[in-house]
């Protein structure tokens, strides 16, 4: 490993120490260390710190790093499989915020960490990703690693939305909104909206209503060769969709979203000890009965 690059929320408070030290680890390897340029005021550099780390605009950090290393929570990591993108470049997650369940580490035995970096002692998972865009518009596709989302806005009344599946109707909603969510988000928004926990080593496409007015309506599980079209129909209001609860963009009524899997994928590092299932069992209490005083 030659290069890496680093991303961080600025607002976490150890987060200053820990890329000063990750920039001394650096020098002692001979690797080059580039940082996003929203980093500068925090860094408090111009152009260099020692002689090989530089300040790099955030779109440029993938083709200059082997690795990306992204320091803070949830949010912070799913801003840098946005900014990895189609270059699939390999993520390091650090946790230094709450839940962290994306995270792979936190800053304890730092060092060591990147060590078993330099060393490969690693595993590859590659993650699926959803791409959306909203249909008749010259736009780019947007990609999401967590969920796709659809909802009424600011305001207190539902919206109406129509289902498709290669073109094919599959229901109705009338709902505070939609959450089209991948595996790895299975545990993140869907979750909280009454959807299914998908191991991230399975492809699939999860759809689930954010407070249905109906009893008939449950998540559901699609293929991830599903091509989905949501139509959605808000009155004189406007709707919103959000990728990755972090890009919004407002729809008019009428407006089609499409939905379906991207041909890239997000490639989190993993170490040997690490498993979905004690992710679950230690940061989301899965499977643990209620304690009672004694």
Known sequence: MKSIGIIANPKKPKVKKIIEQMILWAEKNKIDCYLSDELKDLVGIDQEIG??????????????????????????????????????????????????????????????????????EFQLEKRMVLKAKIDLMDQPYVFALNDVVLDKGGVARLIQMHLYDKDEFVC???????????????????????????????????????????????????????NLKIVVECDQRDALLTIDG?????????????????????????????????????????????????
């Open 51 to 120: 002689k090989k780390e530089k300040l790099l605009p955030l779109s440029s950090l993938p083709d200059k790093s082997e690795v990306l290393i992204s320091l803070g929570g949830d949010g912070t990591m799913l801003k840098t499989a946005r900014t990895a993108g189609e270059k699939c470049n390999p993520i390091l997650g650090i946790n230094l915020g709450s839940l962290g369940f994306i995270t792979e580490t936190t800053t304890n035995d730092l060092e060591k960490t990147l060590n078993r970096l330099l060393k490969k």
């Open 172 to 226: 109705s909603y009338s709902a505070d909104g939609l959450i089209i969510s991948t595996p790895t988000g299975s545990t993140a928004y869907s979750l909280a909206s009454g959807g299914p926990i998908i191991n991230p080593k399975i492809n699939a496409i999860i759809v689930a209503p954010i407070c249905p007015h109906t009893l008939a309506s449950r998540p559901i599980i699609f293929s991830e060769k599903g």
């Open 246 to 294: 972090q890009i919004a963009k407002t729809l008019k009524s009428g407006t089609s979203v499409l939905v379906s899997k991207a041909e890239h994928t997000v490639n989190l590092i993993k170490f040997p000890e690490s498993s979905f299932y004690s992710v679950l069992r230690k940061k989301l209490h899965w499977g643990a009965r209620p304690r009672t005083e004694e």
